[in-house]
């Protein structure tokens, strides 16, 4: 694939040298065509290293090493390939403990997880990590980040995360970062910190997709202070769409969140006994770290957590299901009248056309279309 003439152009004049101290861990899972892009996209900069950890079946395992090494021949990139077993655990389990064994292999200052999804803005990164030099006593920094998706025009809409949080203490910050409903998974980390995370994760036996993703989160808050960019985007995510080859029901059977579970679907045993461990790993993590807030944290913790996991895990309106099945079996010529009026009415999103001027969206466009259904 020819490399575009405007790459060297729109970075001709910007010092990515601090994206040495970055190791990207590219998780990835049966996606040969996804990963693909994801490293052809992000071989172009100077990361200190990137670390693909591949879950797939073993044929697919093969084609993503020849992608490796095509990419490691074609631009030079530093790039590790990390082989995983297939996951196989009913809820997800094993898929953050192979993110944290592949962060455990950073050799880098700063990690960050990308999904192979996504496409990372350079040079928010570098301003995101020139405030970590410079800060101390932040361990966490980020920005804004977009679902791209491609309907009768291309557009995206912004997903929420949390402001700055910057209280001295953690319990606090806690209560600020579940009031802001935001999330810090993506972001770059101190991999110091990061690492520290995931072990503190395995120790406290989170082993499910769902709590542990919320787990990793607020590990994050309580070890220490967060800064977000609000006003610029440091990764653009490409959404599943339709295609007349590929449908979005088999789309949707690759990706972890639609493979899973939902956690309001549990049974209730599993639920309880997950549900156990996870609040009571936050509480050892806060009393280990703040045991001057002891009497609070034990008063207040559970129903904060629970308020948390309802707004982050997104609890089911319960006439959800049944206008989808009407929506389902309506004529087409009622199917865009119905979802206007109930069902964007329930998942409301808001959409914002693509800035097509914009050499860095301009990029990852042409890259979407240009490997879209490989």
Same mark, same amino acid.
Request: charge should be positive.
């Given at each position: 694939m020819r490399e575009p003439d405007f790459v060297d152009e729109c970075y001709a004049d910007k010092d990515l040298s601090l994206l040495k101290k970055l190791t990207l861990v590219i998780p990835t899972y049966n996606r040969n065509y996804y990963l693909s892009r994801c490293l052809w996209y992000h071989a172009h900069f100077p990361f200190g290293e990137i670390i693909v950890a591949d879950s797939s079946p073993e044929e697919k395992k093969v084609v993503n090493r020849e992608t490796v090494a095509k990419v490691r021949e074609m631009f030079g990139a530093n790039v590790r390939y990390l082989a995983y077993e297939p996951e196989t655990e009913k809820y997800g389990g094993d898929i953050y403990r192979k993110w944290g064994d592949a962060v455990q292999h950073v050799e880098t200052e700063y990690s960050q997880i990308c999904t192979d999804k996504e496409f990372q803005i350079v040079t928010t990164l570098c301003k995101c990590i020139h405030y970590l030099e410079s800060h101390l006593d932040y361990t966490v920094a980020g920005g804004g980040r977009y679902h791209l998706e491609f309907r009768q025009k291309r557009s995206y809409t912004l997903t929420s995360f949390a402001g700055t949080i910057v209280d001295k203490d953690g319990w606090k910050r806690l209560q600020q970062f579940i009031s802001s409903s935001g999330f810090t998974l993506l972001s770059i980390h101190r991999s110091k910190k990061h690492k520290e995370i995931y072990l503190n994760m395995i120790c406290n036996n989170q082993d499910d997709l769902r709590f542990g993703e919320v787990y990793l989160d607020l590990l994050d808050v =309580?070890?220490?202070? =967060?800064y977000n960019i609000l006003d610029l985007a440091i990764t653009y995510r490409d959404q599943l769409t339709f295609n007349q080859t590929n449908s979005f029901s088999q789309k949707n059977q690759e990706s972890s969140s639609f493979r899973y579970q939902v956690i309001w679907a549990y049974p209730n045993s599993e639920f309880d006994s997950k549900w156990t461990d996870f609040k009571n790993g936050i509480r050892e993590s806060l009393f280990q770290e703040f045991p001057d807030d002891l009497c609070d944290i034990e008063h207040n913790l559970e129903p904060l957590l629970q308020h948390w996991l $309802? =707004?982050?895990?997104?609890? @089911? $309106? @319960? =006439?959800?299901? @049944?206008?989808?099945i009407i929506y389902q079996i309506c004529p087409d010529s009622l199917k865009l009248f119905f979802q206007k009026v109930f069902i964007q009415r329930l998942n409301p999103k808001k959409y914002f056309p693509i800035d097509e001027n914009n050499p860095e969206v301009k990029l990852i466009c042409q890259i979407i279309e240009t490997f879209q259904w490989v």
């Open positions: =309580i070890f220490g202070k =967060i $309802n =707004i982050r895990l997104t609890r @089911p $309106n @319960p =006439i959800r299901k @049944p206008l989808r």
